[in-house]
Nanobody, 116 residues
């Protein structure tokens, strides 16, 4: 059974940092592309960052470029999202997604709230 579990969310002040982690069981991240998405209150789900199966290529939404970094640890089978210089508009539920061919796996999400 495939399972993705996000962790690391919480409440942080503007300008602060959080590190989200997505752990997989039953599947290996290196076999597909992994994407962090987020859905803010009253907003549609949007792509935040993606890392390819080879791990050499990453891409970011314009709104987070330069502040967020996606990385993968093949030994631990985790994909992390380091978020720096957080802004109130980063408040959202963050989801991890692994896409392999025609199959897409999702985690349950972790809440990030940026507020003073």
């Amino acid at each position: 059974q495939v399972r993705l579990v996000e962790s690391g969310g919480g409440l942080v002040q503007p300008g602060g940092s959080l590190r989200l982690s997505c752990a997989a069981s039953g599947v290996t991240f290196s076999t597909g592309a992994t994407t962090w998405y987020r859905q803010g209150p009253g907003k549609e789900r949007e792509l935040v960052a993606v890392i390819t199966s080879a791990g050499g290529n990453t891409n970011y939404a314009h709104s987070v470029k330069g502040r967020f970094t996606i990385s993968r640890d093949n030994a631990k089978n985790t994909v992390d999202l380091q978020m720096n210089s957080l802004k109130p508009e980063d408040t959202a539920v963050y989801y991890c997604n692994l896409h392999r061919g025609s199959i897409s796996y999702w985690g349950q999400g972790t809440q990030v709230t940026v507020s003073s």
